[in-house]
């Protein structure tokens, strides 16, 4: 865990103008989740992911992949920084970084994290980047259209 600094040089963003959150936290995030990757154990599929994720209060929790032999069993990244966060008491998020190797493409969720991120509410920021340093800006909406939550079985 840490906590967001603010004096972070800003980086390269195709579309962070809408963003709530600032350039320095989104620097710190972008640096965080890079680091987070290389704890990452991915003895299969050799895809090492690591993940930042930003509280409401400011707190950063890096979580990275933890592949098992058993494949349903290992857990990506993304999951990894929220359950972190909620072992230690936080369900307030702002925001989640996330970096891989794959110079491709951005790095995106998979859909088991975009419905554990929901869970937590809908109006996220979420950066998937390159290895080169860009990165591409969704809100979880974006990522998670139509979706369902919490608030969806309180009217059952």
Known sequence: MAQVPG?????????SASSSVGPEQIQHLL??????????????????VGA??????GKIFSGCNVENACFPLGV?????????????G??????????????EQFIVPCG????????FGRNWDVFMTK???????K??????????????LKKL
Not at 7 to 15: E, M, V, W, Y
Not at 52 to 57: E, I, S, Y
Not at 131 to 137: E, Q, W
């Open 7 to 15: 004096n972070c040089s800003q980086g390269s963003a195709p579309n």
């Open 31 to 48: 640096h965080m989740c890079k680091e987070a990757k290389k704890a990452a154990y991915c003895p299969y599929s050799h895809f090492p």
């Open 52 to 57: 930042a994720l930003l509280t409401g209060d």
């Open 76 to 88: 990506c990244a993304e999951r990894t920084a929220i359950q972190k966060a909620i072992s230690e």
């Open 90 to 103: 936080y369900t307030d998020f702002r925001a989640m970084a996330i970096a891989s190797d794959s110079e």
């Open 112 to 119: 088991a994290c975009r419905q554990v991120m929901r869970e």
């Open 131 to 137: 290895p080169n340093g860009t990165y591409m800006f």
């Open 139 to 152: 809100t979880l909406e974006e990522l998670l259209p139509l979706s369902f939550g919490p608030e969806d």
